[in-house]
């Protein structure tokens, strides 16, 4: 079967090449600072963080107009994104495709960029028969469809937004790691909420720790009794004499609320000015918001991980990590985790994950303290 795949996957990919000759006109230079670049990147919205590094450096850089076409699952992270001039949300389906072409021709795009670390049959296609003479993107399966492409480094070593800022080198960019981390930008009004929120909930401004229960995937639920037993530790731990108290705040996705509620029965304590709080909201801006007012971030979702990377915030992260890839772990930022091989969270041991997330905790604690 994968023998009869591959052999399909080949007959396509030279129909591709062929449709992409045919469909190019004249040739541009794609490093002209006034060109215009469509960034392709559909998806989740951690696909979406890890492209921004690469977009904020040719923008610095070469000054273009980007346009990115995204997926209604992740557009609104570049929503608020000064590096980025115009999106374009894609329509599934042939229809879709049609619609993007057109608005290349129209828009007069000069350069078609595919930000996937892998193959994307809809993207191939858009790439393909787009009429721009430069096509770029990572050298994959699909390599003949673009006109320059870049190697793909080792994913099993090289973290995904490194791999990814490879492809400045064919505008002839060098990567200057100095002005290179995640960009995310919420909202005033967002941000906002999250400060009166924060205001009235908690007596003190305490030293933060964000515990975040969602994902995006129920396989990566820890389970209630042991995220409890880690609120009730957090809350009753003792600290060395001197050093500051800290509260706790859930992050949790509506459809978790009642998980978060079983979670935080006892939310204080009294012997300290410690208390435990919940936030939950279904909008991802205000979710953003809140990760930016935290002093450390405690998560099994990846893109919480990249948005506490955009404001520094440290991250202790428990994983399914069943392949051979890099974890996607925060790009630049203070982190440590605890993963495992098996396909889901359920028999990662509290023991373990105590063991290495509380010296995290301390070493940041005194770290902030001295500050």
Same mark, same amino acid.
């Given at each position: 079967m994968?023998?009869?795949? @591959?052999?399909?996957?080949?007959?396509?990919?030279?129909?591709?090449? /062929?449709?992409?000759?045919?469909?190019?006109?004249?040739?541009?230079?794609?490093?002209?600072? =006034? =060109?215009?670049?469509?960034?392709?990147?559909l998806?989740?919205? #951690?696909?979406?963080?890890?492209?921004?590094?690469?977009?904020? *450096?040719?923008?610095?850089?070469?000054n273009?107009?980007?346009?990115?076409?995204?997926?209604?699952?992740?557009?609104?992270?570049?929503?608020? !994104?000064?590096?980025?001039?115009?999106?374009?949300?894609?329509?599934?389906?042939?229809? #879709?495709?049609?619609?993007?072409?057109?608005?290349?021709?129209?828009?007069?795009? !000069?350069?078609?960029?595919?930000?996937?670390?892998?193959?994307?049959?809809?993207?191939?296609?858009?790439?393909a028969?787009?009429?721009?003479?430069?096509?770029?993107? *990572?050298?994959?399966?699909?390599?003949?469809?673009?006109?320059?492409?870049?190697?793909? *480094?080792?994913?099993?070593?090289?973290?995904?937004?490194?791999?990814?800022?490879?492809?400045?080198?064919?505008?002839?960019?060098?990567?200057?790691?100095?002005?290179?981390?995640?960009?995310?930008?919420?909202?005033?009004?967002?941000?906002?909420?999250a400060?009166?929120?924060?205001?009235?909930? /908690?007596?003190?401004?305490?030293?933060?720790?964000?515990?975040?229960?969602?994902s #995006?995937?129920?396989?990566?639920?820890?389970?209630?009794?042991?995220?409890?037993?880690?609120?009730?530790?957090?809350?009753?731990?003792?600290?060395?004499?001197?050093?500051?108290?800290?509260?706790?705040?859930?992050?949790?996705?509506?459809?978790?609320?009642?998980?978060? !509620?079983?979670?935080?029965?006892?939310?204080?304590?009294?012997?300290?000015?410690?208390?435990?709080?919940?936030?939950?909201?279904?909008?991802?801006?205000? /979710?953003?918001?809140?990760?930016?007012?935290?002093?450390?971030?405690?998560?099994?979702?990846?893109?919480?991980?990249?948005?506490?990377?955009?404001?520094?915030?440290?991250?202790?992260?428990?994983?399914?990590?069943? @392949?051979d890839?890099?974890?996607? =772990?925060?790009?630049?930022?203070?982190?440590?985790?605890?993963?495992?091989? !098996?396909?889901?969270l359920?028999?990662?041991?509290?023991?373990?994950?105590?063991?290495?997330?509380?010296?995290?905790?301390?070493?940041r604690?005194?770290?902030?303290?001295?500050?």
């Amino acid at each position: 079967m994968k023998k009869i795949e @591959t052999f399909f996957k080949n007959i396509l990919l030279r129909l591709l090449l /062929f449709i992409s000759k045919f469909s190019r006109n004249k040739k541009v230079e794609s490093s002209n600072k =006034s =060109s215009k670049i469509l960034f392709i990147r559909l998806n989740r919205i #951690g696909d979406a963080l890890v492209t921004t590094p690469l977009l904020h *450096l040719l923008k610095k850089k070469l000054n273009p107009k980007i346009y990115i076409l995204a997926d209604k699952k992740n557009y609104f992270i570049y929503s608020n !994104n000064p590096d980025i001039d115009e999106i374009v949300i894609f329509k599934k389906g042939f229809k #879709g495709i049609i619609e993007v072409l057109s608005f290349i021709k129209k828009e007069n795009i !000069n350069t078609v960029v595919d930000l996937h670390d892998d193959v994307s049959t809809t993207v191939s296609y858009i790439i393909a028969l787009s009429s721009v003479e430069n096509k770029f993107g *990572l050298e994959k399966e699909n390599k003949i469809i673009y006109s320059k492409t870049v190697p793909r *480094l080792d994913s099993k070593s090289i973290h995904v937004v490194t791999r990814l800022l490879e492809i400045a080198k064919l505008f002839n960019v060098r990567i200057d790691n100095s002005i290179n981390w995640i960009g995310y930008y919420p909202l005033y009004q967002s941000s906002k909420k999250a400060e009166d929120f924060l205001k009235e909930t /908690f007596k003190q401004k305490n030293f933060l720790i964000g515990m975040n229960i969602s994902s #995006g995937s129920d396989a990566r639920f820890w389970g209630v009794e042991r995220f409890k037993s880690l609120i009730k530790l957090l809350l009753n731990y003792k600290i060395p004499a001197g050093q500051l108290e800290w509260n706790v705040l859930i992050l949790s996705a509506p459809k978790d609320l009642h998980y978060a !509620n079983e979670m935080i029965q006892d939310n204080s304590n009294p012997e300290t000015d410690r208390q435990a709080a919940i936030f939950s909201s279904e909008i991802f801006d205000e /979710f953003a918001a809140i990760i930016s007012n935290l002093n450390i971030l405690f998560t099994p979702d990846t893109a919480a991980v990249h948005i506490a990377a955009a404001f520094h915030i440290p991250v202790f992260g428990i994983y399914v990590h069943d @392949t051979d890839d890099m974890i996607w =772990s925060p790009y630049g930022g203070d982190f440590d985790c605890v993963s495992t091989k !098996n396909s889901n969270l359920g028999n990662m041991d509290f023991e373990e994950v105590k063991n290495k997330f509380v010296p995290f905790l301390e070493k940041r604690l005194t770290e902030f303290s001295v500050k």
